[in-house]
C-alpha cells in the first residue's frame, strides 16, 4: 500500500476512483490529536453539511477487532478538517495536503497526453500491420478472378483455408482495424485540442495563508 509521510507520522493511501483517501485515524494522528479517532469525528460532526461525498466516506475495512466502517477523506475533505482544527500542526498540515494535491492534480493533466502517445503508437503498429495485410487480401482477390488455376492448385497441395483466410476473414480484419484507427485518430485529436486550450489559460494562483 502507498504511504504518505507528514513530519513524523505515515498515513496509508487509500485508492479511491484514482485519488487519494486517507483514513479518518491516521489524519487524526498527524493533527496531533490524543485520541485521534475521536477528535476528527468530533470536527466532522460538528461540520458534516460542510463535507460532500467527494470529500468524505465509510468503507469496509478490515482492522484488529475485525471488518468495520471507518471514514476516510479525500485530499480535499482532509484540508478542510485540517481548517477546521486548530492543533500546533494544523496550518503545516494544510499546507502539506496542498502540495500533495497539486502533485496529484498535475499528474491527472498529463494522464490524457501520455494514454493519447500510446494510442498514436498503436496506430502507427496497426497502419504498417494493415498495409501487409490488404496487399495478402489483394492478391487473394488476383489468385481467385485472374489465376483460378492456381487456387485450384493451392487448395490441392498447399491447403484450402490459406486462400480463404485471404478472403472474408481477411477482409472483415481490414474493416475492423480501419475503424480503430479512425476513433482512436479522432479520440487523440480532440485530447489534443483540449490539452491545448488549457495550456493557454492562465493558472489560479494559490492562496499562500492556506
Known amino acids: 500500500m502507498t504511504t504518505l509521510t507528514f513530519q513524523t507520522t505515515t498515513l496509508s493511501v487509500i485508492n479511491q476512483h484514482n485519488q487519494s483517501w486517507l ?6 494522528k498527524a493533527l496531533g ?27 469496509n475495512m478490515q482492522t484488529n477487532g475485525g471488518m468495520q466502517k471507518v471514514r476516510i477523506f479525500s485530499l480535499r475533505g482532509a484540508h478542510l ?4 482544527s486548530h492543533t500546533k500542526v494544523a496550518k503545516e498540515f494544510r499546507k502539506w495536503v496542498l502540495d500533495i494535491l497539486d502533485r496529484e492534480t498535475q499528474q491527472q493533466e498529463h494522464l490524457p497526453l501520455a494514454e ?3 494510442d498514436e503508437e498503436a496506430i502507427r503498429i496497426i497502419a504498417n500491420l494493415y498495409h501487409s495485410l490488404n496487399g495478402a487480401y489483394e492478391m487473394g ?26 478472403n472474408m476473414p481477411t477482409e472483415n480484419a481490414l474493416e475492423r482495424a480501419r475503424k480503430y484507427v479512425q476513433a482512436k485518430s479522432e479520440r487523440i485529436m480532440f485530447i489534443k485540442g483540449m490539452l491545448s486550450l488549457l495550456e493557454q489559460q492562465p493558472k489560479p494562483k494559490r492562496l499562500t495563508n492556506f
Open 23 to 28: 483514513l479518518a485515524s491516521e489524519v487524526g
Open 33 to 59: 490529536y490524543p485520541h485521534p479517532i475521536k477528535g476528527i469525528q468530533k470536527i466532522y460532526d460538528r461540520h458534516a453539511d460542510e463535507f460532500t461525498p467527494n470529500m468524505t466516506a465509510l468503507i
Open 81 to 84: 478538517i485540517g481548517m477546521l
Open 116 to 118: 493519447a502517445e500510446a
Open 141 to 166: 482477390v488476383k489468385i481467385r478472378k485472374e489465376y483460378p488455376h492456381l487456387g485450384r492448385d493451392i487448395d490441392k497441395f498447399i491447403g484450402g483455408h490459406y486462400l480463404y483466410n485471404l
